[in-house]
């Protein structure tokens, strides 16, 4: 009997487990099944867009926007060229050393230690941090070494006036871009227009633009506790706004006795603007104007260049679209120079 017994028992659980693994596979098909067809799609959607971007139809498309690809893909260089211009500016040369960490003990320091080589981050006492967080412009100048004269200033200035239109030309680009878009959207496939718009600006040979603002210069008060338990940080972003601000601070400090004019204008977005409505929105050299162009970047240019003497006053600035910029001999030479030595093209020590 208790043989029996034992059967049942087995049996029931059998029975069991065939309910569950039942139940399971129910309960998994539809999943296995939608996975299947979306798979399947997906797969059959590739396969479709990549005969897509392989036909004469694309090509021809391709073709018959190539000049304006061209130019987009420039403006977004000349941009690339334009973000390195801070490049220029260096803080006194106080000449190479190194500093070694021979600590046996504190390990928390080693973070500290990270930060030596950054030339924009400076350690300093708990005080200074919270001072140069009231203060930002003075701190700047007195530890990280910006000296307050006119060279200075200067540079700055051509720094603003580059990032001001880099900044302007990235916005410009992109509507650009967008209406190269437009103009071609009734040719391309709405699947295609719709699913792989990333895909097809890469096909079409427009290059990616990089929108984000990563290239202003940041410098940072950190502050540190020996045991690494306690720390602060001020940053000061030298974006647009701040730079605005900052040349107005050392134009105040710095007293242009010097000056013929005695005065001396200051190259902020407010000047830019007075310039390019003087200027109707026209480039002086070529005659080009937003009229003709509506995504057109309009630079600003001392006719005589800050280097040789050029002040910033409304009679030395002109309106150059940016090709005419551009073109103007040493200044794309030296830019050049910069930026491919920032892309590691060049070895500098052969310069
Ligand atoms: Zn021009």
């Known amino acids: 009997m208790p043989g029996n017994i034992l059967i049942i028992i087995l049996g029931l659980i059998v029975y069991a487990v065939y309910l569950i693994i039942s139940a399971v596979v129910f309960l998994i098909q539809p999943i296995v099944i939608i996975t299947i067809i979306c798979g399947g799609m997906l797969i059959i959607y ?58 046996n003990y504190n390990f928390k320091r080693k973070e500290w230690s990270k930060d030596f080589k950054s030339n924009l981050k400076h350690n300093c006492s708990a005080t200074v941090c919270k001072n140069a967080s009231t203060q930002p412009f003075k701190y ?29 030309g990235k916005i410009l680009l992109q ?10 959207s009734n040719s391309i496939p709405i699947l295609i227009y719709s699913f792989s718009k990333n895909k097809l600006i890469k096909k079409l040979g427009l290059e990616a633009i990089d929108l984000s603002d990563l290239y202003f210069p940041i410098y940072t008060f950190q502050y540190v506790s020996p045991g690494g338990n306690s720390s602060s940080k001020c940053d000061i972003k030298l974006n647009i706004e701040n730079l605005d601000k900052f040349i107005k601070h050392l134009h105040d400090l710095v007293k242009f ?19 390019k409505i003087r ?73």
């Not at 006795?257 to 310039?275: F, P, V, Y």
């Not at 150059?320 to 050049?336: D, H, I, M, P």
Request: proline content about 1%; hydrophobic content about 30%.
């Open 46 to 103: 590739q396969i479709y867009s990549n005969l897509y971007f392989n036909s004469n139809d694309f090509k021809n498309i391709k073709d018959s926007i190539k000049d304006h690809t061209k130019n987009c893909n420039e403006l977004n260089h000349h941009i690339e060229e334009l973000k390195c211009s801070y490049v220029n500016i260096k803080s006194y040369d106080y000449g190479e050393s190194h500093l070694y960490d021979n600590s």
């Open 175 to 184: 509507n650009e871009r967008d209406l190269i878009l437009n103009n071609i």
């Open 140 to 168: 700047l100048c007195k530890y990280f070494d910006i000296e307050i004269n006119e060279e200075t200033l200067s540079n700055f200035e051509s720094v603003l006036n580059d990032f001001a239109a880099a900044e302007q």
């Open 279 to 351: 200027d109707n929105y026209t480039c002086k050299k070529c005659g080009l104007s937003i009229n003709d162009e509506k995504n057109l970047l309009l630079e600003i240019d001392h006719i005589v260049p800050l280097a040789k003497g050029g002040i910033t006053s409304e009679n030395n600035l002109q309106t150059l679209c940016w090709k005419c910029n551009r073109s103007k001999g040493s200044k794309v030479e030296a830019r050049q120079i910069i930026f491919n030595m920032e892309k590691g093209i060049i070895d500098k020590k052969k310069l």
């Open 257 to 275: 006795r010097k000056s013929i004019e005695g005065q001396r204008a200051l190259m902020t977005s407010n000047l830019r603007e007075i310039i």
